[in-house]
């Protein structure tokens, strides 16, 4: 069988830890792009796109970031199967027609979100565990999205067509949530930083991992609908 090829658009400034962290969880030849250095790819010739979690707001006025929105609604246009994670959530929503905008409060550390029983999630717990940190949300779904995931913060997963997001971080270990949370001591008081810290255990991890099923997940569709479109599988279903 062949292996899946995947673009990983990584937005994280210097994303050593991202990198990481998608070469570990997802199955598949991951074909990665700077694109805070605008590195994007020349075409469309995966079977699907990452987007993963930045510093930066997808509304900010910057070359890198209206370039990637455009690659992106072009390929989404083209076909391809995308997952969005934390900023990469926030992008698809707003190339798709949705809305994002700042929020009052900082959603940071392990908390519990819930799911509506959509493809993503499949063998996932209806209320999970996750690591979360995001100063920006979806506000508002694109036109034609299903929301999929959500807690008291909101938003926190849509889906459509081929377009599959969350704004949790499921790629994330122990030492990636130390290392960003203790990045957040300029926006969070000594207090509610400590807490988080506090809060970052194998315990919780273990619970978190759950949700690592949907990098499974969201392959298992892509190599479907790859196999779908190439003919493949068919002589076995004759």
């Known amino acids: 069988m062949t292996r899946l090829r995947i673009a990983l658009l990584n937005a994280a400034h210097g994303g050593d830890h991202t990198r990481r962290n998608f070469r570990r969880e ?3 030849d991951l074909v990665e792009f700077d694109v805070t250095e605008r590195e994007l790819p020349d075409g469309f010739a995966f079977d699907g796109c990452i987007v993963t979690g930045s ?4 509304y900010w006025d910057e070359p890198w970031i209206g370039e990637l929105k455009e690659w992106v609604g072009d390929a989404v246009e083209a076909g391809l199967p995308f997952l969005g994670v934390c900023y990469g959530h926030q992008l698809l929503a707003d190339v798709l027609g949705g809305s994002v905008e700042g929020m009052s409060e900082y959603e940071i550390g392990y908390r519990t979100v819930e799911h509506d029983g959509s493809l993503l999630f499949e063998g996932v717990d209806e209320e999970f565990t996750v690591f ?6 979806v506000t508002e779904l694109p036109p034609g999205a299903a929301l999929t995931a ?11 067509g081929d377009v599959f997001t969350v704004q949790f971080h499921p790629e994330y270990d122990t030492e990636t949530a130390r290392t960003v949370t203790e990045g957040k001591d300029d926006q969070l008081s000594e207090e509610r930083l400590q807490g988080v810290l506090d809060g970052i255990t194998e315990e919780n ?18 190599r479907e609908r790859r196999d779908l479109e190439t003919g493949a599988g068919t002589a076995a279903d004759d």
Do not use: M, P, Q, W
């Open 26 to 28: 997802v199955d598949a």
């Open 150 to 160: 959500r807690n008291d913060y909101g938003i926190h997963g849509f889906r459509k």
């Open 205 to 222: 991890f273990a619970a978190a991992c759950e949700a690592k099923a949907l990098f499974d997940n969201f392959t298992e569709y892509v």
């Open 55 to 58: 510093r930066a707001s997808v």
């Open 132 to 137: 979360t940190t995001h100063s920006d949300r």
